[in-house]
């Protein structure tokens, strides 16, 4: 079954320090790499995909991801952590000839908590 | 650009009515729009694609009679939530791809809170 896991419910950590959360998937091909980014009581943002090239990607607000294939990992990184960055981070992958528009596939999620 | 509304942000009906949810691109069109349902600390999972002028396809364990899809034009999908009871109670999400080629992204709206009372 496809499947994309976000193995930390919660990731902690010091405003000023670097940050990762982690994803990895199984579905089968190549598919779509996706992160998205929920507020409290909001929808999804849009941070940053991988669809071919580079295996490092850089998306908004300073965030980026480095695709790993032999890992199927799409880590989710950034340099130096904000508190403003506190917030529920997903992981979703498109598996290959689902459609045009493919559907997403969402990890569980993984809160971030940035503190200062 | 790429903006997507949702209306209204919050409801709260009794058990037994019906509710419409709308989905609005606002400065796109979308030939397609997604609707998820968000448990409390959860993730999100599709309930159905839309496809604007054609029946929507569930997913796998979602109830079309109950949760009514129609997408009526490029930048309107609209869900409704018939003869709703307490455990229909959740957070709603649609989300719109952008008819541009293959973009691959969806944009998603801020959400609608259903409370079932």
């Known amino acids: 079954a496809q499947s994309v896991a976000q193995p930390e419910d919660q990731v902690n950590v010091a405003e ?3 940050l990762t959360v982690k994803c990895t998937y199984s579905v ?8 998205y980014v929920q507020y409290p009581n909001r929808g999804l943002q849009f ?9 490092l990607v850089k998306g908004s607000y300073g965030f980026e ?7 199927t990992s799409f880590h989710l990184k950034k340099p130096s952590a904000l508190v403003s960055d506190s917030a529920l981070y997903f992981c979703a ?3 290959p000839f689902s459609g045009g528009y493919n559907k997403l596939i969402f990890g569980a999620g993984t809160r971030l908590a940035v503190h200062p | 650009g790429a903006v997507v509304s949702q209306h209204p942000s919050r409801v709260i ?21 997604f609707w998820y349902r968000q448990f409390p600390k959860q993730s999100l999972m599709l309930m159905a694609t839309s496809n604007e002028g054609s029946k929507a396809t569930y997913e796998q364990g979602v109830e079309k009679d109950k949760f009514l899809i129609n997408h009526a034009s490029l930048t309107l999908s609209t869900l409704t939530v018939t ?3 307490p455990e229909d109670s959740s957070f709603y999400i649609c989300s719109a791809a952008e008819d541009r080629g293959q973009s691959y992204e969806q944009y998603f709206g801020p959400g609608t809170r259903l409370t079932v009372t």
């Not at chain 2, 009906?13 to 729009?33: H, N, P, Y």
């Open chain 2, 83 to 85: 003869s709703a009871h």
């Open chain 2, 13 to 33: 009906c009794k058990s037994g009515t019906s509710v419409k949810i709308e989905c609005r691109s606002l400065d796109f069109q979308a030939t397609t729009m």
């Open chain 1, 65 to 71: 991801a480095e695709f790993n294939k032999s890992q």
């Open chain 1, 93 to 95: 992958v498109s598996p």
């Open chain 1, 16 to 18: 000023g320090n670097p």
């Open chain 1, 28 to 35: 089968s091909g190549n598919p779509y790499l996706f992160w």
């Open chain 1, 47 to 55: 941070l940053l995909k991988y669809i071919t090239g580079d295996n």
